[in-house]
């Protein structure tokens, strides 16, 4: 037989192969995932033998759509601990060599983008702003991470922000001025003092961990809450807020569900990663409500 023959027999045989099905082609995935998961496993494993130390991570798990994982539990990861590593690191170790299915957000890295507030140990605080080593006896003891109280679930430590971005437009956080200025390239000037007044409002980052502390926004849904608010206070006590504009802002956190909610618990306060003084925010509009509301007559 000829080597032309042999070619063309074999090319026969090749198109009359069956391709795989679907369901093949599935199956050949998953076997290859479950080998790359051991062989991650296999390399944690490694790593946590070779560490001088280790720390003990239970995270909170929860996931609707998932057959057998819809119950809420924890899950324990074992990482192994190196200087300056941060709570969202710990969890990037779990997720890339454990469980690729343990969903957490994450952005910048630097406080400044807000997605990652997670309730560890018990506070709201931003992973990749705690570190490890500042957590009370971290080494020896169980570091426990959970989703935002206060806040619908959607996955592990993913929580629905929808109504806390609602809260946030309801006070209309943009500048409105009377005037602009007459030049193109003319500034819209601010004096130093009046900056310094408005300066630390400025820093929120919409983390939602304030929102997430507060006893009262967690009993009353429509409580515009302290991040809601402080955003007004940065536009009302801008010298450069229009007359009206600022009348209507006023309306807005006066009213039954506004700056007369909050009991001055400083919960808010305390948990904010950026130290703004939500509280004495709150209690100074308080006070611009009061004096907008006299009338001498």
């Known amino acids: 037989m000829s080597t032309e023959v042999k070619e063309q027999e074999t090319e026969t045989e090749a198109e009359t192969e069956p391709a795989e099905s679907p369901h093949q082609t599935r199956r050949m995935e998953q076997k290859r995932q479950r080998a790359a998961q051991r062989d991650l496993e ?81 506070t709201q605080r931003l992973g990749c702003k705690t570190q490890i080593a500042d957590l009370e006896d ?38 409105d001025a009377d ?14 003092e009046n900056r310094e007044k408005i300066k630390m409002s400025t820093r929120c980052i919409w983390c939602g961990a304030c929102m997430s502390s507060c006893n009262i926004a967690a009993g009353d849904n429509e409580y515009l809450g302290p991040a809601a608010i402080n955003k007004a206070y ?26 007369w909610r909050c009991q001055t618990q400083f919960s808010c306060t305390e948990v904010c990663p950026k130290d703004i003084p939500l509280t004495d925010h709150i209690q100074e509009l308080k006070r611009e409500a009061v004096k907008n509301n006299l009338k001498f007559w």
């Not at 946590?48 to 924890?74: L, S, Y």
């Not at 109280?149 to 956080?173: G, R, T």
């Not at 504009?245 to 700056?259: A, D």
Request: glycine letters at 4%; one cysteine or more.
């Open 42 to 122: 296999e390399e944690a494993r490694e790593e946590i033998d070779d560490a001088e130390e280790t720390v003990e991570i239970k995270v909170f798990r929860f996931d609707p759509e998932v057959a057998g994982k819809e119950e809420p539990r924890f899950d324990t990861f074992h990482v192994p601990f190196f200087k300056g590593m941060t709570v969202l690191d710990a969890l990037i170790y779990a997720r890339d060599h454990y469980d690729s299915s343990l969903t957490f957000r994450h952005s910048c890295r630097q406080a400044i983008c807000g997605s990652d507030a997670l309730f560890v140990n018990g």
């Open 138 to 175: 971290h080494l020896n003891s169980t570091i426990r991470i959970e989703p935002l109280p206060h806040a619908e679930v959607v996955k592990d430590l993913v929580v629905d922000m929808e109504h806390f971005y609602d809260q946030m437009e309801a006070v209309e956080p943009f500048f």
């Open 179 to 192: 005037e602009l200025p007459d030049g193109d390239l003319e500034e819209q000037r601010q004096d130093r």
């Open 234 to 259: 940065r536009f009302a006590m801008d010298e450069r807020e229009g007359e009206n504009r600022k009348q209507q802002r006023l309306n807005i956190i006066e009213q039954e569900h506004g700056v």
